[in-house]
């Protein structure tokens, strides 16, 4: 058998002997598309194993990740640091080959993947920061930004609807480095798709504006070639449909879903080594194989000239050099913390009611001015979610100058995008739409969380205080909901100094997405010392200290700490000394220091809860639901003040409740 079909073999061998090891995984997607990974990475993709972080490689995505052992197999063959015995070790506790890919630049993996559809949705948010960052630095002779984005993808990612949404988008967007292979083998876990996926998936990209090869044959290294050379020559973005067969080399399984999902069982191994001409053992590579995969002088080569070409760069563009670098290794303008500190002493000292929508508006007017890596948008909502700032230059098709971006009534889409464009790097995305919509973008809000991606969620009309758009419209259960969700911050605003006080501490977190819940209706502004306004940042603090020995205490977030500081005023006025604390941020104040939270809510105090929403989330801190004045049903339609009323969320309500609860 000659060695370039060994070079795809060995993808088959490695994968369905990991599978089979870890008794454990689907061997039928990477046995079906080793021909075209053998041909896309060693003939096609650019990168340089040695140097995995290197701005200009290639992005590739697998957003049918469940067939990760071809992207591990292909990691490995081509030198980044993934061993052998990673590869042995496949699926189990620890190791760097996780059932799914997780994301590990430094091992050659983007992204996370699974979730069929958002891999393709995170290779648009990719392709457009690729776009977008060769407008900003590339300049006549010197392209520092010019790499494509690769993406694998099967039915499963083609049924999922963000894949309608990430799709037209990068359609819109005419993002021609952008080149999707898809795996059409015409099976999924239940059986032949024809059953239950019978779309004219050509017509269908053809209709988004993408240029379609259709009819590739999968095992064909020459159509292969001819059709990413095709799809690399046009500006449109490209969807090679590659004809495949399931588990190829598999004798009694190939083309069935008895592959797609479970080893192939120590039988069939055995006759796939027989029918593949394979002699060695597993995980056992054949020297040859080894050598003409190995990429690393090659990547050397390619990456070196790079440098040279950015050495160039920096010495006649020297600022843009450094915004570059800044940019892409994440980090916030110089001097960042200390002008955001001024101007929330400044904005402090401006009391004005306002809606924390607008607020928020107020804070992106600044900001976007001082960090040109911040890179909005909003699902069609941006007149309501106030995402736009005053210099924000939107970005148009065949137009890539601007910092902000219309998503449609995509939020799914949208949020799974930023995920894209906040793995690229050079970029901190933020996007809007209304809270209650966060259930439509809610994985792909948890897949920021699951890959430490600092990208922020603008979510407003917080609560029943929307009015009468009514229940379809008013979020009860999102906040807690989200609040669930690990290494995810959500700030829930008070006024205008807690809104810029989340949009900074957002923007200084690099470890995980943060959201923004923000009202439409006008809040009043609070009166903090200038101590007090520094510990907004900690997300829970004193707002207003009792007078005399203390009764109980009075958490509140958002629209709802101006109701617990009237409450505080009546019980006062009958003689009880109440403390109110505002709680914008959960988790940042349960991350607190045990004797920090220990001063803001000493044990042995009653605490009471006013959040409209359920009470879940502040009855951990109560101890009980019956001390949260919230929500135990849906909204209705009607302005506001009148649904505050009907649904007992007012000062006076909270004042019968705490003094249910001290007696």
């Given amino acids: 058998m000659g060695l370039e079909n060994r070079l795809a073999n060995v993808i088959r061998v490695l994968a369905m002997d990991a599978v089979q090891t870890a008794n454990s995984g689907h061997p039928g997607m990477p046995m079906g598309m080793a021909d075209i990974a053998e041909v896309l990475w060693r003939e096609f993709v650019k990168h340089s194993p040695e140097s995995p972080r290197w701005p200009d490689r290639d992005r590739f995505v697998l957003s049918n990740g469940h067939g990760s052992m071809l992207l591990y197999a292909v990691l490995h063959l081509t030198g980044y640091p993934l061993s052998v015995e990673d590869l042995k070790q496949f699926r189990q506790l620890g190791s760097h080959t996780a059932g799914h890919p997780e994301v590990d630049p430094q091992r050659g993996i983007e992204t996370t993947t699974g979730p069929l559809g958002q891999g393709l949705a995170n290779a648009v948010g990719m392709a457009m920061a690729e776009r977008l960052l060769a ?70 990209f053809e209709a988004y504006g993408w240029q379609v090869i259709k009819n590739v044959d999968g095992h064909d290294r020459e159509a292969l070639k001819k059709a990413i050379r095709k799809a ?160 924000s230059q939107w970005v148009k098709p065949g137009s890539y100058a601007g910092n902000y971006l219309s998503y449609g009534v995509r939020e799914f889409g949208m949020t799974a995008i930023m995920n894209g464009l906040s793995l690229h790097g050079g970029f901190r995305p933020y996007g809007g739409t209304f809270l209650v919509f966060s259930d439509y973008a809610r994985n792909a809000i948890r897949m920021a969380a699951l890959m430490g991606q600092p990208v922020i969620n603008v979510l407003t009309h917080d609560s029943i205080g929307l009015g009468e758009d009514g229940p379809t419209h008013q979020p009860i259960e999102q906040v807690a909901s989200l609040r669930l969700i690990p290494n995810h911050e959500l700030w829930r605003p008070c006024d205008a100094s807690e809104t810029w006080v989340a949009w900074v501490a957002a923007l200084k977190r690099r470890s ?34 009792e007078s005399g020995a203390l009764a109980a205490i009075i958490l509140a977030t958002g629209s709802e700490v101006a109701i617990a500081m009237e409450a505080q005023r009546q019980l006062a006025a009958m003689g009880h000394a109440i403390r109110v604390v505002s709680l914008p941020c959960v988790e940042r104040f349960m991350a607190q220091p045990d004797s920090y939270r220990e001063q803001v809510l000493p044990a042995g105090v009653t605490v009471l809860g006013v959040e409209a929403g359920v009470r879940d989330s502040l009855a951990l801190l109560t101890g009980s639901p019956e001390r949260v004045l919230g929500m135990q049903s849906f909204g209705a ?27």
């Fill in 637 to 663: 339609s009607a302005p506001a003040p009148q649904l505050y009323q009907h649904f007992g969320i007012t000062a006076e309500h909270l004042v019968q409740l705490t003094l249910k609860h001290i007696g």
């Fill in 512 to 545: 995980g997405p943060t959201s923004l819940i923000l009202s439409r209706q006008n809040l009043p502004a609070q009166h903090r010392s200038r101590e007090t306004l520094g510990l907004i940042e900690r997300g829970g603090y004193t707002l207003a200290v």
């Fill in 135 to 204: 407008e900003r630095f590339n300049q006549p002779g010197l392209d520092i930004v010019d790499h494509h984005t690769y993406v694998f993808l099967g039915d499963g990612c083609l049924m999922e609807g963000i894949s309608h949404e990430a799709a037209s988008l990068a359609g819109t967007w005419r993002l021609g480095k952008l080149i999707a292979l898809y795996d059409d083998n015409g099976i999924s876990i239940d059986g032949e798709v024809e059953g239950w996926f019978t779309d004219d998936t050509p017509k269908r």
């Fill in 232 to 391: 690399r020559n046009d500006p449109r973005p490209s969807l090679i449909c590659c004809k495949t067969i399931i588990g190829l080399g598999a004798p009694n399984k190939q083309g069935k879903e008895s592959c797609h999902g479970a080893p192939l069982g120590a039988a069939e191994v055995a006759s796939v080594r027989q029918a593949l001409g394979w002699s060695e053992p597993a995980f056992v590579i054949p020297e040859d194989v080894r050598v003409a995969w190995d990429a690393k002088a090659k990547g050397r080569r390619v990456e070196r000239k790079w440098q040279k070409l950015f050495k160039e760069y920096r010495k006649v563009y020297p600022e843009l050099a450094r915004e570059f670098e800044r940019r892409m290794a994440g980090e916030l303008v110089d001097g960042f913390e200390q002008w955001a500190a001024e101007l929330t002493q400044q904005m402090a000292a401006k009391p004005e009611a306002m809606a924390t929508r607008v607020a928020s508006q107020h804070a992106l007017n600044h900001l976007v001015t001082e960090l040109p890596e911040l890179l909005g948008g909003s699902a069609d909502l941006t007149g309501s979610n106030n995402t736009a700032a005053k210099t």
